[in-house]
């Protein structure tokens, strides 16, 4: 009796646990990616510092690995709040798209970094100095210049699951649109429809507001 009993408890138990697997995914995967990225951006940043001190002291390595990590977290409590119910998590910057909001940030930095870099050694062949002093603070500048653009690009200029929600119903015409070529074929498509009206003496043209359940329109 008792081995039926744990038996069943353990049942309920794996499929209770792969119900809340599935419902909780998309939080999972925010809160995984926001962390991973968090962490890599932090680390970056805190290499960037050395090389702008020209130190080889860990101490900034060391907090902005630690600080990308909390930031991370509060970014995946931040994506997790604003993601509408039922959606994916989507986040479209000025140059990147991505599924979490540190993956902007973190891409950011790494293009200043590239672009610091370049801008360094083009200084540095000019100038006629050390290649390598040109890069390095080249690259460290760029990076922390690239991370201050990520953190605009993220929360003021990307455009998320809402915007793109709001962007999509505003430029539909039906409820459901399917657009192949020459052929739209519209469901559930709001209209007018206007008719004489005997019912009086006086003949009246009236309009009511109908609902096209299915509309057809090819070019040919």
């Not at 119910?85 to 140059?95: A, E, L, M, N, R």
């Amino acid at each position: 009796m008792y081995k039926k009993i744990i038996s069943i408890f353990l049942l309920a138990s794996l499929f209770g646990s792969f119900l809340v697997k599935e419902s909780n995914a998309q939080s999972a995967e925010l809160i995984g990616g926001n962390l991973l990225n968090g962490a890599v951006t932090g680390a970056s940043l805190g290499v960037a510092t050395m090389g702008l001190q020209n130190s080889s002291n860990l101490t900034p390595l060391r907090i902005g690995l630690g600080s990308g990590i909390l930031a991370g977290a509060g970014l995946a409590i931040y994506d997790i709040a604003t993601l509408p119910p039922g959606q994916q998590f989507f986040i479209s910057g000025t140059f990147n798209d991505g599924t979490n909001t540190s993956v902007i940030i973190l891409l950011d930095t790494f293009y200043g970094a590239v672009l610091g870099g370049a801008l360094g050694t083009a200084v540095i062949l000019i100038t006629n100095s050390s290649l390598l002093d040109g890069l390095q603070y080249g690259t460290s500048a760029g990076a922390w210049l690239g991370f201050g653009f990520g953190l605009i690009d993220s929360f003021a200029l990307a455009e998320r699951n809402r915007d793109y929600m709001s962007n999509n119903l505003g430029n539909r015409t039906a409820l459901f649109e399917l657009n192949s070529n020459n052929t739209r074929i519209n469901i559930g498509e709001p209209g007018l429809f206007g008719y004489n009206d005997f019912t009086s003496s006086v003949v009246d043209f009236k309009i009511q507001p109908t609902i096209n359940l299915l509309s057809i329109r090819s070019q040919f």
